[in-house]
């Protein structure tokens, strides 16, 4: 915005335009936080804790407690020392709105964690609310309904509490018990479970009986004048011991807190105008959240088994009392590292753009290129409800847009801490955000060269061709696939998979018409070998294969292993079992239809064509020369045999007696088997250690595994460092796939995908453009084969990438360097100098390891950030490197972020009034009087030195 020189401005009155203009506020009691106020929580765990006969509360001495169950010292994982303080940093919490934080955790305590041994014992909330003059503020009041108990701090002092007992507040501090009634119905029968989200079908007055609410009212001098911090204690209330009651007793309903209208700023009016916060990865959202409860509904099945698959709101917009933060950074040379900026404006987010100011410079005067950054702008898709799309323009009308600033690190560059900053433009106001890169000069190497994690990915040549209406194999499709290669480069990939046959395809599909999202998985693969009729025997073109290995191998290297899929449940005469303890090796099975593939004629027309089952008649002249001719293809490119996979099997997999006819034709032949593997020989840690041979895994009827994928469940089997040292020795003769796939959906918490990678050496099962769907609503593919469709989305000229994508690329490079880590402690120190890096290492996963639950961002409080730049530390310490250099602190001082003061402005007439600059809204400013008015006035009334304070402030030169 360019206001005016003071020489072109009419005359006007300041008195009169303030008097004249609508008020956007009105008298009464008004709220200092509302629905849209994010706010930061976070969960702790504890043992059962019981009140006996005689009332006294004690520790549960039950089986089920995790552990030593006297008082315990404070946990480095849980909330530090001082958290209720004002200049707590809470940045690296996560935010929820309130709704969100009901869905979780409201209810009648219905997602008790019992069985687990663990119990909710403390809630704990953060957020932020506005004080123009404490001396004038009049019935400041706090209400919370919620389970258990609380205790209220605002600045970091208690100014009540809720349904708890006098004294002193320890760690082990319980709320009041329960009545007998919140148990029992009216005929004194125990009440049963009710899931979050669901109302009792009977004896509600009872489960009523558990939720509490109780207010407490804010004296003036505790506030600040300007921002001031709420933080609610919610504290679990024990068990009677008596009934067998599974539901946790602390949990959150609301809150809200309101005062006259005097001398406090409502926070509707706060979010007046734009602002742009530095946010964490987690805060991505582009416009208003669905309605209603996103834990319930069509998706649920995914997240029964771990609740770390529970789909995520995010928050819409950023808290504006936040304080200003410079936007910190980390990357190891050749490395890569992320920012976000979410820019919010009620009345939508106009004229967006963002660029640096200036190349990354050190001190010194080295300087890294600002070519080396990249900016994107985030975007909700249908299958998500945060903002997940990132492309190269701002999308239009978005009421808030988070700004993602990613950097790509030469390998070659000077280590140290480089600055810049990030200047946003957004309706005529400009924003600037300091942004801090910390380099180290350790080297890490391109994805395509991981020996740990190792990803694998499944891209569909098929939805690209229909998503950009364009030939199959034509040049233009090539063309459009290779960004797709691009991206997948920036993680790695180790396996290409090769369709073969056509099993179970609809008519539809045959016919050409485009499938829906809801039809057979099968009809979105297009077969990447052909084949054609050669003396009466159909033998296979590989000339497809042949340039889609090309492009795999320009941007990604040589993949571990190509996996013909050529086997199918629905297409066989024979099947064996390996579904959770069921290990039948051989059973007739109840076949659909005959397996068939692609034919090209002489013409060039193609058709599909049956092809006989391994055990039928005809099995023997077309697959031994299949086989064959598979084998002299992978060796003709210089990989080795072993690199051969057929598949892809399952649970119901081929028979004992189909591997034998196999071997007949290739004793070389090995499967792409995703399964259960329960039971089955092999040496991975939760199977047979009786394995022939380390590294192998073996099958039913002694199938070898190429590719071995199972739903490693991530809440359940997290690397500790000594389990990642036994993982380090080990070489396998098999590419392992952990899929995680209750946690990798399309609507899980972006931070998830960061969180994956952490914590084993291989990961996978994750599609990554299958973009089509019915109407346009959803992704393609709901197949077997990919859980994750759409880990990139479709740009105007190929694949651009995705918030989740992002995340897990950051998380593959951590996953890197904690294992890097492992392998370098284990040269060269001795066994009483490993203890601080498993500390280090176990950190992490022991955090995983217990909020795995209540909270689908809770793992998100762990300060990611500084734990990666403690990553590259410690590595530096084992490899002799130089100290990787310390971020520069932000000077916050929380009580005078994000407020105005009230100042006397002046007209060019001469005119004064006192008022507070409350924001720009429709190119006049937004300025609020004493009595708490706020009007909207044109800004080139004003004198020159009023005019340059609205520069200033607008970030306008």
Aim: hydrophobic share 35%; charged share 25%.
């Amino acid at each position: 915005m360019r206001i005016p020189n003071k020489k072109s401005v009419a005359k006007c009155f300041l008195l009169a335009a303030l008097l004249l203009s609508p008020a956007l506020t009105s008298q009464g009691n008004v709220e200092l936080i509302n629905e849209y106020t994010p706010i930061r929580a976070t969960v702790t765990h504890g043992p059962d804790i019981l009140k006996n006969e005689h009332g006294e509360v004690h520790f549960d001495e039950g089986r089920r407690a995790p552990g030593p169950l006297a008082p315990v010292p404070r946990d480095p994982r849980l909330p530090e020392f001082g958290w209720t303080a004002a200049d707590f940093d809470d940045f690296h919490w996560a935010q929820y709105e309130q709704g969100e934080l009901a869905d979780f955790l409201g209810g009648y305590g219905g997602e008790s964690m019992r069985g687990t041994g663990r119990w909710l014992t403390t809630i704990s909330l953060r957020t932020l609310f506005g004080i123009e003059n404490p001396s004038r503020v009049q019935n400041l009041q706090l209400e919370v309904v919620a389970l258990g108990g609380a205790v209220i701090y605002v600045n970091g002092e208690e100014v009540g509490r809720g349904y708890m007992p006098e004294g002193d507040i320890h760690e082990l501090t319980t709320a009041l018990p329960y009545p007998e009634e919140a148990y029992v119905d009216g005929r004194g029968r125990p009440l049963p479970k009710v899931s979050i989200g669901d109302e009792p079908e009977m004896a509600k007055e009872h489960y009523e009986k558990r939720v509490r609410t109780f207010t407490v009212d804010i004296p003036n001098s505790v506030l600040n004048e300007g921002v001031n911090v709420l933080a609610v204690d919610l504290r679990r209330a024990p068990r009677t011991g008596e009934i067998d009651d599974q539901w946790d007793h602390v949990g959150f309903h609301q809150m809200s807190l309101t005062a006259s209208r005097a001398g406090v700023i409502p926070y509707e009016e706060a979010m007046q105008g734009t602002h742009a916060k530095v946010v964490a990865a987690e805060q991505q959202t582009t416009d208003a959240w669905p309605e209603g409860s996103l834990v319930r509904g069509e998706s649920w099945f995914w997240t029964l088994y771990a609740s770390r698959g529970k789909p995520v709101k995010g928050v819409f917009f950023p808290n504006p009392f936040e304080p200003e933060r410079s936007m910190k950074m980390a990357s190891p040379r050749g490395g890569f590292d992320a920012g976000q900026v979410q820019v919010a404006n009620l009345d939508g987010v106009e004229n967006l753009s963002a660029q640096l100011r200036d190349d990354f410079v050190m001190e010194n005067g080295t300087r890294m290129s600002a070519d080396r950054a990249s900016i994107f702008y985030a975007r909700s898709r249908p299958s998500t409800h945060h903002a997940d799309v990132l492309k190269e323009t701002p999308p239009e009308g978005a009421k808030a847009v988070p700004v993602w600033l990613t950097v790509e690190v030469p390998a070659e560059q000077e280590p140290g801490l480089y600055r810049t900053t990030l200047e946003i433009q957004a309706n005529r106001e400009t924003f600037s955000i300091p942004v801090q890169l910390v380099v180290s000069d350790y080297q890490i190497p391109e994805p395509k060269d991981f020996d740990y994690p190792e990803v694998t990915l499944t891209q569909d040549p098929k939805t690209v061709a229909l998503y950009y209406d364009v030939d199959m194999w034509s040049e233009e499709h090539w063309d459009l696939m290779e960004r797709s290669f691009y991206w997948m480069s920036k993680v790695g990939n180790v396996t290409v998979e090769a369709p073969v046959i056509l099993s179970n395809f609809p008519e539809a599909a045959r016919a050409g018409r485009q499938p829906s999202r809801t039809s057979n998985q099968k009809e979105w693969y297009e077969p990447l070998v052909i084949f054609e009729e050669q003396g009466g025997v159909l033998r296979a073109n590989f000339e497809i294969l042949e340039r889609y290995l090309d492009l795999h191998e320009k941007y990604l290297g040589e993949p571990k292993v190509v996996s013909f899929w050529i086997w199918d449940p629905g297409v066989a005469d024979e099947l064996a079992d390996g579904y959770e303890g069921q290990q039948r090796p051989a059973r007739e099975a109840s076949r659909s239809n005959f397996p068939e593939v692609k034919v090209r004629s002489g013409s060039g027309n193609f058709s599909h064509e049956e092809v006989p089952t391994f055990t039928s008649d005809g099995a023997d002249e077309f697959w031994s020369a299949f086989f064959s001719d598979v084998q002299e293809f992978i060796l003709s490119r210089g990989y080795s045999d072993e690199a051969i996979a057929f598949g892809l099997g399952s649970d119901v997999r081929p028979s004992e007696n189909t591997a034998k006819v196999l071997e007949e034709w290739g004793t070389w032949i090995r499967w792409d088997l995703l399964s259960h593997f329960s039971g089955d020989p092999g040496s991975q840690f939760h199977s047979d250690p009786a394995a022939p041979e380390e590294g192998r895994q073996l099958v039913t009827g002694g199938h070898e595994a190429a590719v071995k994928r199972w739903p490693y469940f991530s809440n359940h089997n997290y690397w500790d460092a000594k389990r990642m040292e036994e993982e380090i020795g080990i070489t396998y003769h098999h590419v392992q796939a952990a899929t995680a796939r209750w946690h990798h959906q399309p609507f899980s918490a972006p931070n998830h995908f960061r969180s994956l990678p952490l914590f084993w050496k291989h990961i996978g099962h994750f599609g990554v453009d299958f973009w089509l769907g019915e109407d346009d609503e959803g992704p393609t593919s709901t197949s077997f084969f990919t859980h994750v469709d759409e880990f990139l989305a479709p740009g105007e000229r190929g694949a651009v990438p995705t918030t989740q994508f992002f995340l897990f690329r950051k998380g593959v490079q951590e996953g890197y360097l904690r294992m890097r880590i492992v392998d370098l402690y284990l040269q060269n120190r001795e066994e009483d100098e490993r203890q601080p890096y498993r500390d280090l290492l176990d950190e992490l996963t022991e955090l995983y390891s217990i909020f795995h639950s209540y909270l689908a961002q809770s793992e998100n409080r762990f300060n990611y950030p500084r734990y990666h730049w403690r990553l590259l530390q410690a590595i530096a310490e084992l490899t002799g490197g130089a100290e990787v250099a310390e971020w520069v602190p932000d000077e916050i001082d929380i009580a005078a972020a994000g407020v105005e003061p009230m100042r006397t402005w002046t007209n060019q007439e001469g005119d004064q009034i006192k008022a507070a600059y409350r924001g720009l809204r429709n190119n006049r400013i937004l300025l609020k009087r004493e009595d708490g008015q706020i009007f909207e006035v044109d800004p080139n009334i004003f004198s020159e030195e009023d005019q340059d304070y609205i520069r200033e402030i607008l970030g306008l030169d």
